[in-house]
């Protein structure tokens, strides 16, 4: 399997706080990997440099062999941050129309394409609301829907399921699976454990180290425990 982003020898500091230590990292094509860690310990921070609207200090970051930034990456990236960017006074579908056209589709692209996403996010009876009617839940949704207008082959969500209830979350991972089964590879930061559990693989930050990176089986079986929590807290330990 190809890597689809390659880090090398990341670092990065806010005046004199070093938020990321020498991250090395590979995300295969069509996996879903996470980026775990607890809040602070620089995974937005990373994630931005891997969209590329932050330059590290020193380090290079490669997506699909180029390195970034990419004016050309913009076409097969998705990318939802931790806050959601969307008209308040607009509609969903309008939402989405708007994004539509700047991405250059044509008039029934658009319609097929926003009838697409709405359907992946579960939010066509609610097309036509407008969005500062939406609960938080259904705003995250419609990010997401947002985040695949343009048919990215590499989806980056910054903890895509903050303020959502256990049944809608459970909605959104079945989403996911369902997009790496159509071959998309999905980058997703997460402090929760169960969420963690989901990803074929993860990689756990701390204090901005990357602590350790592997399977959710194996990463407990290295530590000999059965929780991630407790792997993490191993692993976090043997760091300091
Ligand atoms: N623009 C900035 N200027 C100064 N410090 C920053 C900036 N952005 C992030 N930081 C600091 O960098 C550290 C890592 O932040 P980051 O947002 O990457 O963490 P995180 O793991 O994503 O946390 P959370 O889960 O709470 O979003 C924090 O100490 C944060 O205060």
Same mark, same amino acid.
């Given at each position: ?10 670092? *990065?500091?806010?005046?004199k ?8 990292? $590979? ?27 932050? $330059? ?24 939802? @941050?931790?806050?959601? @960017? ?7 579908k309008?939402?989405?129309?708007? #994004? ?12 097929? @394409?926003?009838?697409?996403? #709405? ?6 009876? *609610? ?22 207008? *343009? ?5 980056? #969500?910054? $903890? ?20 790496? $089964? ?8 997460? *402090?929760?454990?169960d ?9 756990m #930050? ?33 760091k300091?």
């Amino acid at each position: 399997m190809s890597s689809v982003i390659a880090i090398q020898n990341l670092e *990065h500091a806010f005046g004199k706080e070093r938020v990321l230590k020498q991250i090395d990292l $590979e995300i295969k094509e069509g996996e879903i990997f996470g980026l775990l860690g607890p809040s602070g310990a620089g995974k937005t921070t990373l994630v931005k440099m891997i969209v590329g609207i932050m $330059e590290p200090d020193s380090g290079v970051v490669y997506v699909k062999g180029e390195k970034v930034p990419s004016f050309n990456l913009m076409k097969s990236v998705g990318y939802m @941050a931790q806050s959601d @960017a969307l008209y308040q006074e607009l509609s969903a579908k309008e939402n989405l129309d708007f #994004l539509a056209s700047i991405y250059g589709l044509n008039k029934k692209e658009r319609a097929a @394409a926003i009838q697409e996403v #709405l359907r992946v996010v579960d939010l066509i009876e *609610h097309k036509n609301k407008i969005v500062s009617n939406f609960s938080g839940g259904m705003k995250r949704r419609l990010s997401l829907a947002a985040s695949l207008m *343009h048919k990215p082959t590499l989806l980056i #969500l910054d $903890e895509p399921t903050v303020g959502i209830d256990p049944i809608l979350r459970q909605s959104i991972w079945e989403n996911l699976r369902k997009l790496k $089964e159509e071959g998309m590879t999905i980058l997703v930061t997460t *402090h929760v454990m169960d969420e963690a559990e989901k990803c074929d693989r993860l990689a756990m #930050l701390r204090d901005g180290y990357m602590i350790a990176c592997d399977t959710p089986t194996n990463l407990k079986r290295e530590k000999g425990v059965e929780t991630l929590e407790d792997a993490f807290l191993s692993f976090g330990r043997s760091k300091q």
